[in-house]
């Protein structure tokens, strides 16, 4: 993938997060909670759980479906960050042979199973956390962190790390653009040229925090961002964490699949 | 009003690495007028307008507003006087939305939230750019982002603006709308630029900076005419001035 594809990849993202849906309308500070909450349940399961996984993927899907967010959009995100958890589970195969079932006489080892209950939890944390962001401005975001109490330093950084990354990239660009103008063949594209690069980038970008802070002075700044309430919290919002709530507790505590398995 | 009297009153500043960026530069712009910097790459014009709001300290000589003397105390009282626009408005548009932007200086003068968001509403429409206040910056085009940088800076009500090359990267058509935006500004304006047409259009007056020294002071008409004297300081005449053969 080459930089510019990266680079309108993430505008693509951003872009996304500005679209009007229910699911985009809906209070930042909701979704984040009911984020926060379904990465915790989700890993809060056995290392051997799979059945009862399954049906938490009703989140990001209906999420999904009701944001209007293009799954292949998603899966591919997925993909990229992948290798992680594959190289986090890898190994258990092999290390955990036990065996924990047999499947038309096929053994299965416990390590399958674990490896198999990482890549699940995996697909539905960064599903979860992809959509958070794809349905909620950064912005929007970061208020709501703010307001819940996260620390105002962290909080700024992270309003300006998404200002910035933006400005940042389109700096990078014009390198990268610039050198492979000149790089003819593969010379100028080494590591040599590339480490200068760097340092180039983090020269200009030393100069443009200095400059920013100038700006913030000039505009009476002294230590803290000061925001804005944005929003309110609505019926719609209290209902949709009063359902995910219960969506997850319902089927964390209770062994619904199993019943459905059994049942049929 | 007498009190919007900015002077600069035989100003020296040496940067750290020992760099004489000015050299002694006096003036004294008086309530409401506009002035134009103008001077070669160099010539001390950046160093000149960060003295304006207390972001560099003259080594000796003073600055001062109305009565206020530029010291390390009368810093924040400076900047609420005087508003400097950016060259590059990137830098300038530090928040994550243009409303954002637009509330954080008034939100650091301690005002309550309907006052502010009065004040957003006011500075926005005056570059006529109310529409845009929920994108973030990255999303609006350069002429919108001057703008918005313009915005953002009136929303403190400053008494004089101080802007860097307010026009440069700018297409001709956003050009010519900031340089009528301009003109219904009554503030003291001072404009440092190498766009000799926009200060012969917007500036009565015009400072040449050479050497980081003033070496001419007087109105922009009889200075930006003077062919001689304007290529001795790596500037031409303006585009309006040159008749095409």
């Known amino acids: ?264 | 009003m007498s009190h919007h009297i900015v002077e600069f009153k035989n100003v020296f500043f040496r940067y750290p690495d020992g760099t004489e960026a000015l050299k002694g530069v006096n003036f004294r712009i008086t309530h409401g007028e506009s002035v134009g910097v103008v001077g070669a790459n160099g010539a001390g014009k950046s160093t000149l307008l960060q003295h304006m709001n207390g972001y560099l300290m003259p080594t000796s000589g003073t600055v001062t507003i109305g009565d206020l003397t530029l010291t390390g105390k009368t810093k924040r009282e400076f900047r609420k006087k005087v508003g400097i626009v950016f060259q590059n408005p990137d830098d300038q548009l530090f928040m994550p939305t243009v409303f954002d932007d637009v509330a954080f200086g008034p939100l650091n003068l301690g005002m309550d939230e309907a006052s502010v968001r009065e004040r957003v509403r006011k500075a926005l429409g005056m570059v006529n750019s109310l529409d845009l206040q929920d994108k973030p910056p990255h999303h609006l085009s350069s002429g919108q982002k001057s703008a918005v940088a313009i915005a953002s800076v009136m929303a403190m009500e400053p008494d004089i603006l101080a802007m860097d090359e307010p026009a440069a990267n700018l297409d001709p058509r956003s050009r010519r709308s900031l340089i009528s935006l301009l003109k219904t500004f009554k503030h003291s304006k001072i404009i440092a630029s190498h766009d000799l047409d926009l200060i012969l259009d917007v500036c009565e007056r015009c400072i040449v900076i050479g050497g980081g020294a003033v070496v001419a002071d007087g109105p922009s008409a009889e200075i930006l005419s003077n062919k001689a004297f304007l290529e001795e300081n790596n500037l031409e005449l303006p585009l309006s001035f040159q008749g095409r053969s």
């Open chain 1, 1 to 264: 993938m080459t930089f510019d594809t990266l680079y309108f990849d993430i505008g693509r993202m951003d872009r996304l997060s500005y679209r009007e849906t229910f699911v985009h309308r809906l209070d930042p500070r909701a979704k984040v909670i009911a984020t926060i909450l379904f990465l915790f349940t989700v890993i809060s399961f056995p290392k051997y759980e799979i059945v009862a996984l399954a049906p938490f993927f009703l989140y990001p899907v209906l999420l999904l479906t009701v944001g209007e967010i293009p799954v292949r959009f998603i899966i591919k995100k997925m993909i990229v960050v992948s290798p992680f958890a594959v190289f986090i589970g890898i190994f258990n195969p092999i290390l955990d042979t036990r065996t924990a079932a047999v499947i038309f006489g096929v053994s299965l080892s416990a390590g399958w199973i674990s490896f198999l209950s990482i890549l699940l939890k995996f697909a539905l944390t960064i599903s979860a956390a992809l959509l958070l962001i794809a349905t909620t401005s950064f912005p929007g975001v970061c208020h709501a962190l703010r307001r819940l109490g996260f620390p105002a330093l962290f909080v700024s950084q992270l309003l300006f790390l998404y200002r910035y990354l933006f400005v940042l990239m389109e700096e990078a660009m014009r390198i990268v653009r610039a050198r492979e103008m000149r790089s003819f063949g593969s010379r100028g594209t080494g590591m040599k040229v590339f480490v200068r690069l760097i340092g180039i980038l983090f020269l200009r970008t030393m100069d443009r925090a200095e400059r920013i802070y100038y700006a913030m002075l000039s505009r009476g700044f002294h230590g803290d961002i000061p925001s804005l309430k944005r929003s309110r919290i609505a019926f719609r919002d209290l209902a949709f964490m009063a359902i995910t709530i219960a969506f997850l507790a319902v089927f964390r505590f209770l062994p619904i699949t199993e019943g459905i398995g059994r049942v049929a």
